[in-house]
């Protein structure tokens, strides 16, 4: 089978080189094979809709962007950003990375990452790879992180950099396309 190129670079799937072209959804592990970009001619997959529950006034209803990566960034990826600037220390900026993991066919493959821009937040907020909440379906798109634990000071923290909400506060986010 051939390499697989996009704009002159090599293509990978889930960290291996890229040798069919439909790399994205290989053994029929594409999550929702509606949200992929595709590879002959490329695609980015289609930007999402995350809109935010809270018992933290700060984030409770806000929305923002999800982005679709293109085909060379393991093709169903999506990362966008929620900058808290009313924090009252220091904006917090909180990047978001959803991906699939190409474990399973369906909506249950997907994981989100949070990774704040404040080290002082990186203990009450960092999540890596955190599952879906089921049930989920492709078809409307419908996927939900619930419980993840908003910026707030943690314990014996007197620097104040991550004072967004309290620390009982906690956020869902539902994506849609």
Do not use: E
């Amino acid at each position: 089978m051939p390499l697989i190129f996009n704009d002159g670079q090599l293509l990978f799937d889930s960290g291996q080189v890229a040798m069919d072209l439909a790399c994205c959804c290989n053994a029929g592990t594409c999550c929702c094979d509606n949200l992929s970009g595709t590879v002959n001619p490329p695609t980015n997959p289609p930007d999402l809709t995350v809109t935010i529950a809270s018992s933290c006034p700060l984030m409770d209803g806000l929305t923002f962007t999800l982005v679709g990566q293109g085909p060379g960034f393991d093709c169903q990826k999506w990362q966008g950003s929620l900058n808290l600037g009313g924090c009252p220390s220091a904006p917090i900026i909180l990047v978001f990375t959803l991906r699939c993991l190409h474990t399973s066919n369906g909506c249950s493959g997907y994981v989100m990452t949070v990774q704040p821009n404040n080290s002082a937040c990186a203990d009450a907020v960092h999540v890596v790879d955190q599952a879906v909440t089921l049930p989920c379906t492709c078809s409307p798109v419908s996927l939900v992180f619930d419980n993840l634990a908003a910026p707030s000071r943690k314990v014996g923290d007197m620097s104040g950099q991550c004072d967004c909400c309290a620390g009982t506060d906690t956020y869902t986010l539902t994506i849609t396309l």
